[in-house]
């Protein structure tokens, strides 16, 4: 995925709609609660088999849709706050890395500290 490439493209989009003015971080990040949880709605009430095949349902598309909404607000406030989101996906992964360790934490989903 070239997030560069998403994040032109957002801007242009944004830029002939004026809604920059919108897009503060707080704002942002509102918005990509909001739509985090609209993805969580689509899985509400269905059991934990159901939600492993939600994309074999006439729920797919909502997936898709809503997964695509939270990237677009993801990658906005990104850019805005000048985070580079490849980088900070590795150092958090090398971050957990250490926090994790495979002879800890294999088959359980406990946080860090409790291991």
């Not at 503060?24 to 509400?44: D, H, I, R, Y």
């Not at 797919?60 to 909404?69: K, Q, S």
Request: proline share 3%; charged share 30%; aromatic share 10%.
């Amino acid at each position: 995925m070239d997030i560069a490439k998403l994040q032109e493209y957002q801007r242009s989009f944004v830029a002939l709609r004026d809604w920059d003015q919108f897009h503060s971080p707080k704002n942002l990040s509102m918005g990509l609660a909001a739509e985090a949880a609209e993805l969580t709605e689509v899985f509400l009430w269905l059991t934990e088999e159901q939600s492993r095949r939600v994309m074999t349902t006439d729920k797919a598309e909502a997936v898709r849709h809503e997964l695509a909404d939270v990237l677009f607000y993801l990658v906005r406030i990104a850019d805005k706050l000048g985070v580079d989101l490849e980088a900070a996906f590795w150092e958090k992964t090398k971050l957990n890395e250490q926090r994790y360790p495979p002879e800890l934490s294999r088959g359980n989903a406990k946080k860090y500290t409790d291991l």
